[in-house]
């Protein structure tokens, strides 16, 4: 019901009554000076924190076991001759660094990588495939079978591994296509998707027979998650710590599985 403003020759407080015009004065000039000044800081404080952010916050991809193993097994099929060359299964959940294996593969070492679309034909397929080892040109439009030849004979030169991304979306008939080209080029198929990968292949013997390495991409280890935390912040943390994270977000992981499958 009051307002105490300080004296302007000491310190002591002094009673003002809200109706009177000094009161008035007294209220408008302190919620200036405690509430506006509070405002701005806020401002300040969420800005820098965004700022941090931005720059603390950076892509960074380390090479974890798993991408060695992957690295390894792609060298040594694709210098297999033709009758020891096969396919390559690389699996996992999503989020493992599968797709990002694959593209470093393809970009430092040489190959061809696709991303499957859900429900392609034979000859969407193709037709992106051989407009992939083509370097990415605009290709004529092709029927399945006309693509599929250009394909071979693109391939009976170089052999470089072709990689197929989320290949547990294709139908079986189309991993048939690649089996074709495989056994017509010696050229490597590395199938990259899910663990639902081991289903389709399960459908057609003479396709799971020509499959000579399995590469898993499991949760990351404390070791690898320390490493990436040193990397990606600067922070040292113990093995503990990185242990504790890596148990978590495989919970975390598992429990969002469950949610989309249930």
Known sequence: KHIFRRGAKNSALRQVSPG???????????????????????????????TFR???LREVIIE???MSRFDNAVDEVAAADHGLSGFILAYGQAGRGKSVAAKRYAKE???????????WSQTAFLQTLLAAIRGGEDTPRHSGTRCKEQIV?????????LFIDEADRLRIDRIED???IHELTGAPVVLIGEESIFGLLAERRRIWSRVINEVEFAPASPAEV??????????????????????????IKLAAQRVTSG
């Open 178 to 180: 690649l089996r074709d």
């Open 64 to 66: 974890t076991e798993a």
């Open 109 to 119: 070492r040489g190959g061809t990588l696709i991303h499957v679309w859900q429900g």
């Open 54 to 56: 931005r720059n603390k």
């Open 20 to 50: 009177t015009p000094e009161g008035e004065n007294a209220a408008w000039s302190s919620s200036r000076r405690l509430q506006f000044p509070r405002v701005s800081y806020a401002l300040r404080s969420r800005s820098s924190s965004l």
């Open 226 to 251: 320390a490493l990436y935390a040193m990397r990606s912040t600067g922070l040292d943390i113990t093995m503990t710590l990185a242990a504790e994270i890596a148990r978590r977000h495989f919970l």
């Open 153 to 161: 004979r693109a391939l009976e030169d170089n052999g470089r591994p």
